[in-house]
């Protein structure tokens, strides 16, 4: 019984797939080394979660008033995308916040990984607690796409329902990120960036009671004679357009400026990330097709690790080749494992243009 002699094709694929993997294992946390693939400036990707939730905020509001669809002072930030054309702007740009958003709070969780398991070895439930804190990320990346897709026009219910996990999971995580940065060490952030963060949490807390006491108990608006609340203004195309002179503008304009506050305050936390991943980089995803597709010999079970296959004449002097730890050998036809058999070990395929 003898193995599968391999065309020109398959030896290519089989050299590029072992020498990707040797710089990968080698080099995958030296700098200094330029790899294939690696993504360098990572810190990219919380300024642009921050640049497109900015971009919606503002654009959105201005192409409102520019159509007389909101008032210049003051309106909530959904308002900006409740009506077209400012809802097709501020939806696009909301949806790639989101998405940003997502892919933030999952590097800042390998960020963790990498700091605390890779590089320092630490034990305890630090795993679990930052995998927990990326799920809230994630309630956030879903609450703020709700508010990007359902308009407060459409369907409110729905709407609100996005704006409350967004806002609420937000300063959840603000804080949740901060007190794991004070009760684990040795730490990974900054003390300058930590006391930044402080006092944004500080100011995304204040915001959020503040608009929940405005927006829901009107407690700045002046009662009348008999103690009862004034009859509020009807909105117009679905949207509360207060007035100067009505008795709910100080309570409206309270609601919106801290909602605004609020919601710029969440995005400037989550661009304070940006400082920390200036000093990481990552690799981009490695992808290997299954030995079943149509146009892929089937050479080996294994496709995502570093094989090598050697023929029968090949195999008797595989004293002249040294394998990686961690590859796997095929000869006639059978799969060794080098961490399983000790000969193996001395085995390393240096390169492929031996093997026939």
Same mark, same amino acid.
């Given at each position: 019984?003898?193995?599968?002699?391999?065309?020109?094709?398959?030896?290519?694929?089989?050299?590029?797939?072992?020498?990707?993997? &040797?710089?990968?294992?080698?080099?995958?946390?030296?700098?200094?080394?330029?790899? +294939?693939?690696?993504?360098?400036?990572?810190?990219?990707?919380?300024?642009?979660? #921050?640049?497109?939730?900015?971009?919606?905020?503002?654009?959105?509001?201005?192409?409102?008033?520019?159509?007389?669809?909101?008032?210049?002072?003051?309106?909530?930030?959904?308002?900006?995308?409740?009506?077209?054309?400012? $809802?097709?702007?501020?939806? &696009?740009?909301?949806?790639?916040?989101?998405?940003?958003?997502?892919? #933030?709070?999952?590097?800042?969780?390998?960020?963790?990984? !990498?700091?605390?398991? @890779?590089?320092?070895?630490?034990?305890?439930?630090?795993?679990?607690?930052?995998?927990?804190?990326?799920?809230?990320?994630?309630?956030?990346?879903?609450? +703020?796409?709700?508010?990007?897709?359902?308009?407060? +026009?459409?369907?409110?219910?729905?709407?609100?329902?996005?704006?409350?996990?967004?806002?609420?999971?937000?300063?959840?995580?603000?804080?949740?990120?901060?007190?794991?940065?004070? #009760? +684990?060490?040795? #730490?990974?952030?900054?003390?300058?960036?930590?006391?930044?963060?402080?006092?944004?949490?500080?100011?995304?807390?204040?915001?959020?009671?503040?608009?929940?006491?405005?927006?829901?108990?009107?407690?700045?608006?002046?009662?009348?004679?008999?103690?009862?609340?004034?009859?509020?203004?009807?909105?117009?195309?679905?949207?509360?357009?207060?007035?100067?002179?009505?008795?709910?503008?100080?309570? =409206?304009?309270?609601?919106?400026?801290?909602?605004?506050?609020?919601?710029?305050?969440?995005?400037?936390?989550?661009?304070?990330?940006?400082?920390?991943?200036?000093?990481?980089?990552? =690799?981009?995803?490695?992808?290997?097709?299954?030995?079943?597709?149509?146009?892929?010999? @089937?050479?080996?079970?294994?496709?995502?690790?570093?094989? !090598?296959?050697?023929?029968?004449?090949?195999? $008797?002097?595989?004293?002249?080749?040294?394998?990686?730890?961690?590859?796997?050998?095929?000869?006639?036809?059978? !799969?060794?494992?080098?961490?399983?058999?000790?000969?193996?070990?001395? !085995?390393?395929?240096?390169?492929?243009?031996?093997?026939?």
């Amino acid at each position: 019984m003898t193995a599968k002699k391999l065309d020109a094709d398959e030896r290519r694929y089989m050299r590029g797939n072992l020498r990707h993997q &040797e710089d990968i294992n080698e080099n995958a946390y030296d700098p200094r080394i330029r790899l +294939t693939m690696v993504f360098k400036h990572v810190w990219i990707i919380p300024t642009l979660a #921050t640049l497109f939730a900015f971009l919606a905020f503002f654009i959105g509001y201005g192409v409102g008033i520019a159509a007389d669809h909101l008032e210049a002072w003051f309106s909530f930030i959904s308002d900006g995308g409740a009506l077209p054309p400012e $809802s097709c702007i501020f939806g &696009e740009f909301l949806n790639l916040s989101a998405m940003f958003v997502a892919i #933030t709070v999952y590097v800042r969780h390998l960020q963790i990984v !990498v700091f605390y398991d @890779k590089i320092h070895h630490v034990a305890g439930r630090w795993r679990l607690y930052s995998t927990l804190m990326m799920c809230l990320g994630y309630v956030i990346a879903f609450g +703020t796409s709700l508010v990007a897709n359902v308009q407060e +026009t459409s369907i409110p219910v729905l709407h609100a329902i996005g704006a409350m996990l967004a806002f609420f999971c937000g300063v959840l995580y603000i804080w949740a990120q901060l007190i794991f940065t004070f #009760t +684990t060490r040795p #730490t990974l952030t900054h003390n300058r960036i930590t006391c930044v963060r402080v006092l944004l949490a500080l100011i995304a807390t204040v915001g959020l009671i503040l608009y929940m006491v405005a927006q829901f108990g009107s407690p700045f608006v002046p009662r009348e004679e008999n103690g009862q609340l004034p009859t509020k203004p009807p909105k117009i195309d679905g949207i509360m357009r207060i007035p100067s002179d009505s008795p709910y503008f100080k309570n =409206h304009l309270i609601a919106t400026l801290a909602e605004w506050i609020l919601g710029v305050t969440l995005y400037l936390f989550v661009l304070s990330f940006a400082l920390e991943l200036r000093f990481t980089f990552a =690799h981009a995803p490695k992808i290997a097709l299954k030995p079943a597709h149509k146009n892929m010999s @089937k050479v080996c079970p294994i496709m995502n690790i570093p094989t !090598v296959v050697v023929t029968s004449s090949d195999s $008797s002097s595989t004293d002249n080749y040294r394998l990686n730890q961690g590859t796997f050998l095929l000869v006639f036809n059978e !799969v060794f494992n080098v961490h399983s058999d000790p000969h193996i070990l001395r !085995v390393k395929i240096a390169n492929l243009e031996s093997v026939h």
